[in-house]
C-alpha cells in the first residue's frame, strides 16, 4: 500500500491537477486503487499548495466520470442481446432472470447509479449494468457526475482539513468497505442457493418447460 501511496503522491506532485484525473481514473479500472487513499491524499497536496481544493475536486471528478464511460461502454458493447444468450447458456440461470433484472434497471437506474457512485465496492461496477441496459447517457453522466462530486468532494476535503493526518479517513472508511464487500458476498451466495433450488424443483416438477418466447 505505501508503495502504491507513493506512486499516486509522485502522479500528482509531477502533473499536478492531471495526476488526479489519471489516478482516479485508473481506480474506476482497477478497484485495488482505493479511492479512499486517492482521494485525501489530493486534499493533503491540495493543502500544500499543489493546487486548489476546487482543482482538485474538478480533476478527480474528470478522472471518476471518464472511467464510469468507459466500463458503461463496455457494458453497452456486451447490451441485453449477448447478455441473455449468456444466461441461457449458463447453468441455473434463466432468461427472464436477465429480462426482470433489465426491467429494474430501466425503473431505477438514475437512483443506483447515484447512490452506487458512493458506495465502496459498487461505485465503479455500477457503470456496466447502466450500460448494458442501454440507459440514456445524459442521464447516466449527470447521475455519475453527481454521485462523483459528492463522495469526491467529501474525501478531498477530509484530507485538506486532516493534512498529514489524511491517512485517518482511510482508517474509518476501511471498516465500512469491509462490510460491504461480506454483504455483496453473501448477497451472491444467497442468489445461487436460490438458483440452485429453484433448479431443484423444477427438475421435481414435469409440467416445467421452457417457453420459447424468452430465448427471442
Do not use: C
Not at 447458456?89 to 447509479?113: C, E, I, N, Q, Y
Not at 433448479?199 to 421435481?204: C, L, M, T, V
Amino acid at each position: 500500500m505505501q508503495q502504491l501511496i507513493d506512486w499516486v503522491l509522485g502522479i500528482m506532485e509531477s502533473v499536478g491537477g492531471p495526476g488526479i484525473a489519471l489516478a482516479i481514473f485508473l481506480e474506476n479500472l482497477f478497484p485495488p486503487i482505493p479511492s479512499e487513499v486517492v482521494l485525501p491524499l489530493a486534499g493533503f497536496t491540495a493543502a500544500n499548495g499543489e493546487y486548489t481544493i476546487v482543482e482538485a475536486v474538478l480533476w478527480a471528478t474528470l478522472g471518476s466520470v471518464t472511467g464510469a464511460l468507459l466500463l458503461y461502454g463496455f457494458g453497452a458493447v456486451v447490451g441485453m442481446d449477448r447478455l441473455r444468450v449468456i444466461a441461457h447458456r449458463m447453468p441455473l440461470v434463466d432468461v427472464s432472470d436477465v429480462d426482470k433484472a433489465d426491467t429494474w434497471f430501466t425503473r431505477h437506474g438514475r437512483k443506483a447509479v447515484f447512490f452506487g457512485r458512493l458506495i465502496p465496492g459498487i461505485r465503479s461496477l455500477i457503470s456496466i449494468p447502466a450500460g448494458v441496459d442501454r440507459m440514456p447517457l445524459t442521464g447516466f453522466l449527470a447521475m455519475t457526475t453527481a454521485g462523483s462530486l459528492l463522495w469526491n468532494t467529501a474525501l478531498i476535503s477530509a484530507g485538506y482539513a486532516l493534512g498529514s493526518r489524511y491517512h485517518v479517513v482511510e482508517q474509518y472508511i476501511d471498516p465500512i468497505s469491509k462490510v460491504i464487500y461480506v454483504l455483496i458476498v453473501l448477497a451472491v451466495v444467497a442468489w445461487v442457493i436460490f438458483l440452485v433450488r429453484r433448479n431443484k424443483r423444477r427438475s421435481h416438477d414435469p409440467d416445467h418447460e421452457i417457453d420459447p418466447d424468452t430465448l427471442t
